[in-house]
């Protein structure tokens, strides 16, 4: 920004402490302090407003023209053809589900958790 050195900014310090005292310099220092750091606010206040309205240009063309997001190939060509869902199979004899069949070892298996039964004891009283 500015090309100030140290003994530049030196010398400004000691014209400020003659001219207004060591009485008043902490209050001017203070308030120039405070004057720079509202500009630097301002401005970047400032640079955000404008990032922010380039940001909502973009988006804008962008909404203005949806197609422009994808590639001009992808446009260009021809639309697939829509699949076809497919048919569903009929049952044929070795697609059908087969009738279960008992066998003696599964009727004992059966017949095994029945005989199994809670017993009812009576009492005396």
Sequence with gaps: M????????????????????????????RSVGMFFGKIRRMLSNIQQEMEQEIRNQELQEKLKNPLATF????????????????????????????????TPAAESLNTAASVASPISVKSDK
């Design 2 to 29: 500015f090309d100030i050195g140290f003994s530049e900014l030196l010398l400004v310090g000691v014209i400020a402490l003659i001219v207004l005292g060591p009485e008043r310099l902490p209050k001017a220092a």
């Design 71 to 102: 590639g001009e190939e992808s446009l260009q060509k021809k639309p697939a053809e829509p699949v076809k869902p497919a048919e569903p199979a009929q049952p044929t004899a070795e697609t059908a589900p087969q009738a279960a069949v008992i």
